[in-house]
C-alpha cells in the first residue's frame, strides 16, 4: 500500500509539468467532489427516468413550475452569505458558520411570506390545487435554505471528503424517497412532502454535525454578512435568469412543454454538475493566490478546459439518439433541444474559473457589473424569444447568455488590478 501510493504520488507530480497545476491537490480532493457528484447526478437523472416514465408530462411539467417558484422563494434569503462565508472558513474565521445561519434563517421567513403572498394570488385565480402546494412548500424555505449553509463552510475548509458524503446523502435519500412515491401514483402534493421533508431534515443534521466536529474557534469575519449581502443583491438578476425560462414556458405553452424541455436539460445538468465540482476545488486555492500570479496562467487553463469540454460536448451529441431511445421513449422531441444545448458547456467551465477569481478576492464592483449583464440579457432574450419560438427560443438564448458572459468576464478580469494574496 505504501509503495502504491509512492508511486501514485510520483506519477501525479511528474504530471505536473504537463497539466500545469497542483495534480496532488487535485486528485485528492477532486476524488472526493467527483464521487459524490456521481452518485448525486446518477440519482437524480434515475429521477429523471423515473419521471419521465411514471408521471404525465404535463404533471411532470407543473411539478416543475412549482420548484421554480421555490428557487424564486430563495431571492430574500440571502444566498450570497453561503459564498462569503466559503471565504470566511477559508481564511480560518470559523465562528461565521453560526453567524451566517442565523442570519439567512431570519431572512427565510421573508422568503415564506412571498410564498404564501403567490398561494393566495393562485387562490384568488381558482387554482386551488396549485394554490394549496405553494402554500406547503412555502413553510419549508427559511430551514431548507439556512441549513445549507454548514456544505460551504466545508468546502471553504476543503473538507472535500465530508462535504461530499452529507451533499450525496442529503440529495440521493430524498431523491430515492420520491422515486418510491412516483410507483404509489402522481399526487404532487405527496411528491413535494416526500422531497422537501427528509431534504430539510438531513440538511439539519449535517449541519449539527459540522458545528460539532469542525467548528474550532469563536473567530469570525466582520464582513461576512454584508459581504453576503452584496453577493445575495448581485444574485438576484441571476437567481431571476436561471429560473425565468420554465416560468414563462409553463405561462405560455404549458406543463408538457416544460416537461420536454426539463428531460431535454436533464442530462446537461449532470455533466455540468459534474464538471463544476471544480470551482469548489479551486476555490481555496484561488483565494490565497494574488490576481498578478492567477493571471499568469489564466488564459492557459481556460483554454485547456475549453478543450476537454469540446470532446465531452462531441461525445454527447453522438450518444444522445441512443440514450433517450432507451431511458425516454415519451421524450424523443428532447433529442435535438438537448444536443444544441450541450454547446452551453463549452463557455461554463472557462467562466465559472474567471467568475471564482472575482468572488475569491471580493472585487465587489466587478461582481455586480457581471450580475447585471449577463442575467439581464438572458432575460430580455427569454421574454423576446420564448413567446415567439417556445423552447428553440430558450436554446438560442442560452448560447447568447453564454458568449456575452464570457466576454464580459474576460474584459472585467483585464481592467483588475494585481493584488496580494488573501491573509
Given at each position: 500500500?505504501?509503495?502504491?501510493?509512492?508511486?501514485?504520488?510520483?506519477?501525479?507530480?511528474?504530471?505536473?509539468?504537463?497539466?500545469?497545476?497542483?495534480?496532488?491537490?487535485?486528485?485528492?480532493?477532486?476524488?472526493?467532489?467527483?464521487?459524490?457528484?456521481?452518485?448525486?447526478?446518477?440519482?437524480?437523472?434515475?429521477?429523471?427516468?423515473?419521471?419521465?416514465?411514471?408521471?404525465?408530462?404535463?404533471?411532470?411539467?407543473?411539478?416543475?413550475?412549482?420548484?421554480?417558484?421555490?428557487?424564486?422563494?430563495?431571492?430574500?434569503?440571502?444566498?450570497?452569505?453561503?459564498?462569503?462565508?466559503?471565504?470566511?472558513?477559508?481564511?480560518?474565521?470559523?465562528?461565521?458558520?453560526?453567524?451566517?445561519?442565523?442570519?439567512?434563517?431570519?431572512?427565510?421567513?421573508?422568503?415564506?411570506?412571498?410564498?404564501?403572498?403567490?398561494?393566495?394570488?393562485?387562490?384568488?385565480?381558482?387554482?386551488?390545487?396549485?394554490?394549496?402546494?405553494?402554500f406547503i412548500i412555502s413553510l419549508f424555505v427559511p430551514l431548507f435554505y439556512s441549513f445549507e449553509v454548514y456544505s460551504y463552510?466545508?468546502?471553504?475548509?476543503?473538507?472535500?471528503?465530508?462535504?461530499?458524503?452529507?451533499?450525496?446523502?442529503?440529495?440521493?435519500?430524498?431523491?430515492?424517497?420520491?422515486?418510491?412515491?412516483?410507483?404509489?401514483?402522481?399526487?404532487?402534493?405527496?411528491?413535494?412532502?416526500?422531497?422537501?421533508?427528509?431534504?430539510?431534515?438531513?440538511?439539519?443534521?449535517?449541519?449539527?454535525?459540522?458545528?460539532?466536529?469542525?467548528?474550532?474557534?469563536?473567530?469570525?469575519?466582520?464582513?461576512?454578512?454584508?459581504?453576503?449581502?452584496?453577493?445575495?443583491?448581485?444574485?438576484?438578476?441571476?437567481?431571476?435568469?436561471?429560473?425565468?425560462?420554465?416560468?414563462?414556458?409553463?405561462?405560455?405553452?404549458?406543463?408538457?412543454?416544460?416537461?420536454?424541455?426539463?428531460?431535454?436539460?436533464?442530462?446537461?445538468?449532470?455533466?455540468?454538475?459534474?464538471?463544476?465540482?471544480?470551482?469548489?476545488?479551486?476555490?481555496?486555492?484561488?483565494?490565497?493566490?494574488?490576481?498578478?500570479?492567477?493571471?499568469?496562467?489564466?488564459?492557459?487553463?481556460?483554454?485547456?478546459?475549453?478543450?476537454?469540454?469540446?470532446?465531452?460536448?462531441?461525445?454527447?451529441?453522438?450518444?444522445?439518439?441512443?440514450?433517450?431511445?432507451?431511458l425516454f421513449p415519451q421524450y424523443l422531441e428532447s433529442i435535438r433541444y438537448s444536443q444544441a444545448l450541450s454547446f452551453t458547456?463549452?463557455?461554463?467551465?472557462?467562466?465559472?474559473?474567471?467568475?471564482?477569481?472575482?468572488?475569491?478576492?471580493?472585487?465587489?464592483?466587478?461582481?455586480?457589473?457581471?450580475?447585471?449583464?449577463?442575467?439581464?440579457?438572458?432575460?430580455?432574450?427569454?421574454?423576446?424569444?420564448?413567446?415567439?419560438?417556445?423552447?428553440?427560443?430558450?436554446?438560442?438564448?442560452?448560447?447568447?447568455?453564454?458568449?456575452?458572459?464570457?466576454?464580459?468576464?474576460?474584459?472585467?478580469?483585464?481592467?483588475?488590478?494585481?493584488?496580494?494574496?488573501?491573509?
Open positions: 500500500m505504501v509503495q502504491w501510493r509512492s508511486a501514485t504520488y510520483t506519477l501525479l507530480r511528474s504530471s505536473e509539468k504537463y497539466f500545469k497545476t497542483d495534480m496532488v491537490y487535485l486528485a485528492k480532493g477532486g476524488f472526493w467532489l467527483v464521487v459524490g457528484q456521481l452518485i448525486v447526478s446518477g440519482v437524480s437523472f434515475g429521477l429523471s427516468v423515473a419521471f419521465a416514465n411514471l408521471l404525465e408530462p404535463d404533471v411532470y411539467g407543473t411539478y416543475r413550475y412549482i420548484l421554480t417558484i421555490f428557487n424564486f422563494l430563495a431571492i430574500p434569503t440571502l444566498t450570497g452569505i453561503n459564498v462569503a462565508l466559503m471565504r470566511a472558513a477559508a481564511q480560518g474565521m470559523e465562528n461565521s458558520l453560526l453567524l451566517s445561519f442565523k442570519t439567512r434563517l431570519l431572512w427565510g421567513f421573508l422568503g415564506t411570506l412571498a410564498g404564501l403572498a403567490v398561494a393566495l394570488y393562485y387562490l384568488a385565480q381558482g387554482a386551488v390545487s396549485l394554490a394549496l402546494n405553494l463552510f466545508l468546502r471553504g475548509k476543503k473538507l472535500f471528503k465530508q462535504y461530499a458524503l452529507y451533499h450525496a446523502l442529503s440529495l440521493a435519500i430524498p431523491a430515492l424517497i420520491l422515486i418510491g412515491m412516483l410507483f404509489f401514483g402522481g399526487n404532487l402534493t405527496v411528491l413535494l412532502v416526500s422531497y422537501f421533508l427528509p431534504y430539510t431534515i438531513l440538511k439539519g443534521l449535517f449541519l449539527y454535525l459540522t458545528v460539532q466536529k469542525h467548528m474550532r474557534d469563536s473567530v469570525y469575519d466582520p464582513e461576512v454578512i454584508s459581504y453576503g449581502k452584496h453577493l445575495s443583491a448581485m444574485g438576484i438578476f441571476s437567481i431571476v435568469a436561471q429560473n425565468i425560462d420554465k416560468f414563462l414556458l409553463w405561462h405560455f405553452l404549458g406543463g408538457a412543454q416544460l416537461a420536454v424541455y426539463t428531460i431535454a436539460l436533464a442530462p446537461i445538468s449532470n455533466i455540468e454538475a459534474i464538471i463544476g465540482k471544480l470551482d469548489t476545488l479551486i476555490f481555496p486555492k484561488i483565494a490565497e493566490r494574488g490576481i498578478g500570479e492567477l493571471r499568469k496562467n489564466v488564459y492557459r487553463k481556460g483554454a485547456r478546459l475549453f478543450f476537454y469540454i469540446a470532446v465531452i460536448v462531441g461525445v454527447y451529441i453522438l450518444l444522445a439518439p441512443f440514450l433517450y431511445s432507451l458547456l463549452l463557455l461554463s467551465l472557462p467562466i465559472m474559473f474567471v467568475s471564482t477569481i472575482f468572488t475569491a478576492h471580493a472585487k465587489i464592483r466587478e461582481k455586480y457589473y457581471l450580475s447585471f449583464i449577463g442575467p439581464s440579457v438572458k432575460i430580455a432574450l427569454f421574454a423576446i424569444l420564448i413567446p415567439l419560438y417556445g423552447i428553440w427560443g430558450i436554446v438560442l438564448s442560452l448560447i447568447a447568455f453564454h458568449l456575452v458572459t464570457c466576454g464580459a468576464n474576460i474584459f472585467f478580469f483585464k481592467r483588475i488590478e494585481p493584488s496580494q494574496p488573501l491573509s
